[in-house]
């Protein structure tokens, strides 16, 4: 099994900076590709980027592309997103999710997932 969890979500005003960090633990070595997702009150689970297991792939949708950067630190068997920009409409519980697949999907089908970390952005 592997368990993931996030933590540097806060409450800051728009336009300002976070950085999201996910520390996974466990069998790390069967995690390949990993992803955020994010979900506001009342609405759907969203894709918000993703990362191939080497860190030579990436994908964003294009509501954060140019804002967001998703990187990964193998060593430290940690993922990061850095938000850059931020808008109150990026308001929601961010999810750090892995999976055993090497390859980058938008597809909520990732194998782990974390409990989630709250971003609040302020107008």
């Known amino acids: 099994q592997v368990q993931l969890v996030e933590s540097g979500g806060g409450l800051v005003q728009a336009g300002g900076s976070l950085r999201l960090s996910c520390a996974t633990s466990g069998r790390t070595f069967s995690i390949g590709a990993m992803a955020w997702f994010r979900q506001a009150p009342g609405k759907e689970r969203e894709f918000v980027a993703a990362?191939?297991?080497?860190?030579?792939?990436?994908d964003y949708p294009d509501s954060v592309k140019g804002r967001f950067t998703i990187s990964r630190d193998n060593a430290k068997n940690t993922v990061y997103l850095q938000m850059n920009s931020l808008k109150p409409e990026d308001t929601a519980v961010y999810y750090c999710a892995a999976d055993r697949s090497p390859s980058v999907t938008r597809a909520s089908t990732y194998d782990y997932w974390g409990r989630g970390t709250q971003v609040t952005v302020s107008s």
């Open positions: 990362i191939s297991r080497n860190g030579g792939n990436t």
